[in-house]
């Protein structure tokens, strides 16, 4: 049945998330309300668990998005991302057009892993999650895969683990090279929290601390 979480020594990642796949994900925007303001760019990634447990970042799907009819664009966050909406060489794609493709990856995937559905995982990820839900009811999406409200966040992971919770500072403790030029952009974050994340997972499995006493 589609939907079922297969035997755990099968799938390893719906075994090691609870039945969850985590799925990364970055957006650029133009301003802090999902609601109102234009989702710019969006990035995925997927992940890959091998047979000892160790993960790391797989497939990833990047959009530029036209911001939608209405949307505000804040000249503030243009300025901060250096992104020009309008600009003709974006090549942007449709805010539905976009959502509904790394949306159709993600279900992929969520029923290849053997999964029950997709976990974000972001830095700061309360802000992309917001993004994601609000685009997903702007295009009335009838199979979001993601949780409703849970997701796993780097920034407290990392100020746990690091004592870093800026995603920049985070990675170097981490060993992961980070460069400033380059953030910013939906795929570089995305890829470098993906890398981020796994460094932090891996560590858990490398000090013993998974599987618990017992599992």
Not at 86 to 91: A, N, Q, T
Not at 178 to 187: C, K, V
Request: aromatic share 8%; hydrophobic share 45%; glycine share 6%.
């Amino acid at each position: 049945m589609e939907g079922d979480v297969t035997d755990p020594n099968d799938q390893v990642i719906a075994h090691r998330f609870r039945g969850f796949l985590p799925v990364v994900v970055d957006v650029e925007t133009a301003g802090f309300n999902a609601r109102t303001d234009a989702l710019l760019e969006i990035s995925a990634v997927l992940l890959d668990m091998d047979e000892e447990g160790y993960i790391a970042p797989a497939e990833q799907l990047t959009y530029n998005v036209h911001p939608f009819e209405g949307a505000n664009l804040e000249p503030a966050a243009l300025e901060f991302t250096g992104i020009d909406p309008h600009h003709p060489e974006r090549e942007a794609a449709d805010e539905r057009e976009a959502m509904t493709e790394v949306f159709r990856l993600i279900r992929r995937e969520v029923k290849a892993q053997g999964c029950t559905r997709a976990v974000l995982v972001g830095h700061n990820a309360n802000f992309d999650h917001g993004f994601v839900m609000a685009a997903a009811e702007r295009i009335d999406a009838k199979r979001n895969p993601f949780h409703p409200f849970s997701s796993f966040d780097t920034a407290s992971m990392a100020g746990l683990i690091y004592g870093q919770t800026v995603l920049a500072k985070a990675c170097r403790a981490a060993g992961i090279p980070f460069d400033n030029a380059d953030a910013h952009s939906a795929a570089y974050d995305a890829l470098r929290t993906a890398e981020l994340f796994c460094a932090m997972v891996n560590r858990l499995l490398e000090v013993g601390a998974w599987p618990p006493e017992g599992h």
